[in-house]
């Protein structure tokens, strides 16, 4: 049995309370729990952004590229992070966006691979992932090389499928409606015994749950950067490249600021003996600062803490939903063993369209998916435990008086 008592109980052992002030919260005093759509943000962000619109950009103008470290912020941000995701400085670096580096590694991962002429992948992975994949292979056929995508409608098919003709077994750790998780380590393990190299998209991993990509001898990883990791609204993302790979052929996109020698600018490319060879132009400044304000949080964060701390919380959110709401038609529908979830979990309920429109306006906010999914994401460094039981309460409010009924709520959002 779950009381309030217990939740504060759990808040009080956490070592990562002191990180929670460091995050503004919602004026109105809602709950979020979007952490899986859009992180918190720091809350010297905004200050952060006056100082480089008027000390730097006013002020300094071009300077500002020397003085305050521009230009070096993507390998910076990435050093900030690489822990969580268990790589070394110099391995991840903070840039673009992530369909941008999807295409980047995957046709970098295409240049090594070591035979094949298949991309494997789910059927059901995030839109961004298979299109990126598909027009790879496009821009292939266009150029005469014969590639396809191939692609499984379960994860015991994509392991039945994975065979000598697959030259990278694309994936998506974390299913973005479910919330099953891939265990990284075992599939590497099975792709590199056929032959084929590993791109992984961590997107609703990185930042919530252990993720050691160096451990399970990952090829290739990329993900988002303003979700879990509150690098901001349409924030930059990172990409890891592993050093057995980093020095295997020119990145796709040869620009400016992965060159080994960007500041002499040279005329003959010389790529950047590292992961920041996949840098391409200038850096988004102002994005940048807004991703520095987290990662220094990040910075100071063990991924161990991290993950058992959200393994806390998302046990104490499936444990109170079956005990408050199960009776009023909610189901769950991500893994019970946290092994195999990744950062949010997803609940259903005949109504959930209009449920999760309804929680909004009672004070918690949450993401919908259809057919009949809500989604609840929590982050490990600014949710508390007690969050979690009021957020439980609102939803057992809306559904027991059947709120979300009213007609103000029968049109839904994404």
Known sequence: MHTLETCRALD???????????????????????????????????ERIRRVMTECWRDKSRRAWTSEGWVERPRQLGADICHLVGARPGDVVVCDNTTVNLFKILSYAWKLRRGGGVILTESHNFPTDLHVAQGFVRLLADLGVEARVRTAESRDRVEAMLDRDVAILYLTQTDYRSS??????????????????????????????????????TDFAVGCGYKYLCGGPGGPAFLYVNPIHQDGTWPTISGWMGHAKWDQFLTEYEPDPGAARHLTGTPPVIANEVFAAAAEIWREVDRKDMARKHESLTETLIALLEQECGPLGVGINSPREYRNRGGHVSFSHPGAGPVSEALTDHGLLSSFRYPNSIRLGMSPLYHRHEDVWEAVAIIKDVLAREAWRDPMYQVVSI
């Open 12 to 46: 009080r052992r956490d070592p990562l309370a002191r990180h929670a002030d460091r995050f503004a919260r919602a004026e109105s005093g809602a709950i979020h729990f979007d952490a899986n759509s859009m992180g918190a943000m720091p809350v010297d962000a905004p």
């Open 180 to 217: 099953e998780r891939w265990d990284i380590a075992e599939m590497n393990e099975r792709a590199h015994a056929v032959g084929a190299l590993t791109v992984w998209d961590l997107s609703h991993s990185a930042g919530a749950v252990d993720v050691d990509l160096a451990g399970a001898g």
